[in-house]
């Protein structure tokens, strides 16, 4: 068993400060951390600027422990899908996605999900563990290695496998340390509306922006494909959104995954722009990604459809964007690759 403190997960205050009794000059614990943190390395023997005796002996005091890569899978539209091992033998996904010199990490926050929206493939899998704020930060750090040459910006989104704010204990330090590489004006926090949630990232002095998965106009179809709208109805969770603060020039995301014949008619785009009047907030839709074997009854709407429902909603002045799924030759969708994986 590996006794050592991991150093994975841990802002640059916390680095230095677990170093400074290993070193005999403050600045040697601020290189530690700029080696991790600023240049993503995976090891001591990285550290040149460290004499050899000095990397050999943090080296039995302190381990760079991250998941290891399992999987990639290059998509052919540019992303990159990848499996992540955790040290307890559970996998967890995430996806880059490379668009000019623009590249969006989307990481995962749980091992599953016990929240069981009826159009997720990571639904169906169920629950599962926490991912600890190490676990969180080393899918960044895997991503920006796998990069193949530089990019201008980086977004993160949590919108893989998990809730995020159901692992509030754990996403708060990850957000720490993601901060110091990425500005939180880059980083989303996607929910299902988890209402504790929506108000602890509220209650913080500096927050990511934040994204919500809507999906239907109205709490009854909400609560169909959503039973997390059970606990935490609809309307509780449009006043939340209604009081929660946003800095200047920000705008909060609801996400709308459009379902044939379920809420993909014109009334619904209606209904949902009414629904969100007077929140500065923008609407991703997002076609279904299709999934025979977990929901063989549920399809994606034809393409004229997607732009109608669409359009119905700028008609009103809203900002819409259609978000078509990427990578979905390499199983994209959160949960699809572990699952198969698993399968096989
Ligand atoms: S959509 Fe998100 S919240 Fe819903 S089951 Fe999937 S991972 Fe969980």
């Not at 629950?127 to 980086?154: F, T």
């Not at 709490?219 to 997390?228: G, L, Y």
């Not at 994209?332 to 699952?339: M, P, S």
Request: aromatic content about 6%.
């Amino acid at each position: 068993m590996d006794n050592r403190t991991n150093l994975v997960g841990r802002t640059s205050a916390e680095i230095t400060e677990l170093i400074a009794p290993h070193v005999d000059r403050d600045f040697r614990g601020r290189q530690v951390a700029q080696w991790i943190i600023d240049r993503n390395a995976s090891s001591f023997g990285e550290m040149t600027n460290l004499s050899l005796a000095l990397r050999r002996d943090l080296d039995s005091y302190f381990s760079i422990e991250e998941p290891e890569v399992l999987q990639v899978i290059e998509s052919s539209d540019g992303s990159s899908k990848f499996l992540f091992g955790l040290s307890d033998g559970v996998g967890v996904e995430g996806v880059s996605m490379r668009e000019g010199a623009k590249a969006t990490f989307c990481l995962s926050s749980q091992a599953g999900c016990a929240v069981g929206c009826t159009f997720c493939v990571t639904g169906a899998i169920g629950a599962g563990r926490n991912l600890r704020p190490g676990e969180i930060v080393s899918q960044y750090r895997a991503m920006l290695r796998h990069l193949d040459a530089e990019v201008e910006r980086i977004n993160i989104v949590f919108m893989g496998m998990g809730e995020p704010l159901l692992n509030t204990g754990n996403l708060g330090p990850a957000l720490a340390v993601l901060s110091e590489r990425v500005s939180l004006k880059r980083i989303t926090v996607s929910t299902a509306g988890i209402l504790p949630g929506v108000q602890w990232l509220a209650g913080l002095e500096k927050r990511p922006k934040l994204a919500v998965s809507l999906n239907a106009p109205d709490q009854d179809r909400r609560a169909h494909i959503m039973p997390i709208a059970h606990r935490y109805p609809l309307v509780d969770l449009m006043k939340a959104l209604r009081e929660f603060p946003l800095e200047h020039g920000r705008r909060i995301t609801f996400e709308y995954v459009l379902i044939d014949g379920f809420n993909d008619a014109e009334n619904d785009a209606r209904a949902t722009a009414r629904l969100i009047r007077g929140i500065p907030a923008k609407v991703n839709v997002i076609p279904l990604n299709e999934d025979r074997e977990h929901f063989p009854d549920l399809r994606r709407p034809a393409a004229a459809v997607v732009d109608r429902f669409a359009a119905g909603m700028r008609d009103v002045g809203l900002t819409v964007t259609v978000r078509w799924s990427k990578g979905e030759d390499v199983a994209a969708a959160c949960g699809q690759l572990r699952q198969r994986q698993s399968t096989r």
